[in-house]
């Protein structure tokens, strides 16, 4: 069993200097910023335009510790936001504004192409835009936000981070689907995977902490937020991840149903006249903790009901828990060892209630929850809730800006204006 090392930050980011990264991720109707310094994650300022297109879009920030909001015209999308950004708050803030060295994108999708994050040049926009099919609310969103940057920031370097470019090293056995063959070679069809920069920051954290080197590490790694995917890495690198074609594959989500059988879709359209995007918005909108508890997506308030009695709200914590220790026994059986169980992502991290569940469900592989530690194990701290002598389960809090900023500062070009040499480790 691995020893556990006490260490905050990756060793090659631990230098302190001024450069900053802005990092935009943007959604279908919300773009959320940060500017943060790629070498400790210190976010000077953070924020999110909000209902993009829906209405009444505002803008929050947060800034030099202090909260701001603003109403924009009904029109306002993505391009706007980023105006205002430029504009408005950054306009004023040359400390911040003149030490940007680079943007860093988050885009869910890479298909094939992408492996690592990459440069954006006009070949990179054409592969996004290829995968636009793959990716139909949120790629269409990213190459919004890219033009809007480059526009704004003509001489920064702009930096392409893929949700799927950690699975990539996934073998075939794990992302051919049992189709006609032809579906993959034709059109693309397979597993993909999401949330890989989540996975990926925790794998790199489990193996500080663990104290391995990265290409020796084998950790289950399950993100748990409003979306959840787990990922079986094997010396650093995934094997397998619960998320496929879409994000709609693999375990119980907020409104997501995860696996079903497929069968269901045939029936649902055979017998009860159900329209393709019905169907879409049953299993996408309609299900996982909210389908089952009738009640609410959100775990906390699924918790606090369930303990005042309310049926449905206690069935979709089972279920969710099960389904996911499920997962995490299938992916004991793929993995050669298991050097640690890591929880992340909002419910993985804060609820101890999930996480106690789920491992007493797989104590026959030799989980054990350390009571006093996994109480503890909450708001941003990283570290064991396991028993000495159990399986070591670790809890630790993404932070997917922090790699977005770190391989946009990596990937920043030595004549770039504002450029910094030592952001070159
Ligand atoms: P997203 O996928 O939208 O990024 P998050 O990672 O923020 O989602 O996770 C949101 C989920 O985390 C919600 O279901 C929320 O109820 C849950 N959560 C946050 N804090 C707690 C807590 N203290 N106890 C239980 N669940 C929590």
């Not at 997506?297 to 996911?324: M, P, T, V, W």
Request: aromatic content about 6%; proline content about 5%; glycine content about 8%.
């Amino acid at each position: 069993m691995a020893s556990l090392q006490q260490t905050s930050v990756p060793m090659s980011y631990s230098r302190s200097c001024q450069s900053q990264v802005l990092v935009l991720n943007c959604g279908s109707s919300s773009l959320k910023f940060a500017v943060m310094n790629p070498h400790n994650g210190d976010i000077a300022l953070s924020g999110i335009g909000e209902a993009l297109g829906e209405g009444k879009p505002v803008v929050r920030w947060k800034v030099d510790g202090d909260r701001h909001s603003e109403t924009l015209p009904a029109d306002t999308r993505h391009t706007e936001v980023i105006r205002f950004l430029v504009n408005e708050i950054l306009g004023d803030r040359p400390q911040l504004r003149d030490h940007l060295i680079a943007i860093g994108h988050r885009v869910v999708h890479g298909g094939e192409k992408f492996s690592h994050s990459v440069l954006i040049d006009n070949a990179v926009i054409s592969a996004i835009e290829e995968c636009v099919a793959l990716a139909p609310l949120h790629n269409p969103a990213h190459l919004a936000g890219i033009e809007a940057a480059r526009d704004a920031f003509p001489k920064l370097p702009q930096v392409a981070v893929f949700d799927t470019a950690f699975h990539q090293s996934m073998p075939k056995q794990a992302y051919i689907y049992a189709l006609p063959y032809s579906l993959y070679r034709d059109h693309g069809i397979r597993r993909y995977g999401m949330h890989g920069t989540s996975h990926r920051f925790v794998t790199e954290r489990a193996a500080a902490l663990l104290n391995l080197s990265l290409d020796e590490v084998n950790i289950i790694s399950a993100h748990l937020g409003n979306g959840a995917s787990i990922t079986a890495v094997h010396n650093g690198r995934s094997i397998d991840t619960s998320m496929g074609l879409t994000p709609l594959e693999g375990l119980v989500m907020g409104t997501r149903s995860g696996d079903v059988d497929p069968g269901l879709l045939m029936h649902l359209g055979s017998h009860m006249d159900y329209g393709l995007k019905e169907i879409n918005d049953l299993l996408n909108r309609e299900s996982g903790l909210l389908g089952i508890s009738e009640l609410s997506n959100d775990c906390r308030a699924l918790e606090k009901a369930a303990s005042d009695g309310h049926d449905g709200a206690q069935l979709a914590l089972d279920i969710f828990c099960y389904r996911l220790a499920k997962y995490i026994g299938a992916y004991h059986a793929v993995l050669p060892q298991v050097d640690a169980l890591v929880f992340t992502g909002g419910i993985g991290e804060n609820s101890n209630l999930i996480r106690q569940k789920v491992m007493t469900q797989l104590r026959g592989i030799g989980y054990a929850v350390d009571e006093e530690k996994n109480t503890r194990a909450r708001f941003g701290e990283e570290g064991p809730i396991s028993t000495e002598q159990s399986a070591v389960t670790l809890v630790i809090p993404t932070n997917e800006e922090w790699v977005i900023a770190r391989d946009a500062a990596e990937l920043v070009p030595p004549n770039t204006p504002n450029h910094d040499p030592s952001t070159r480790e």
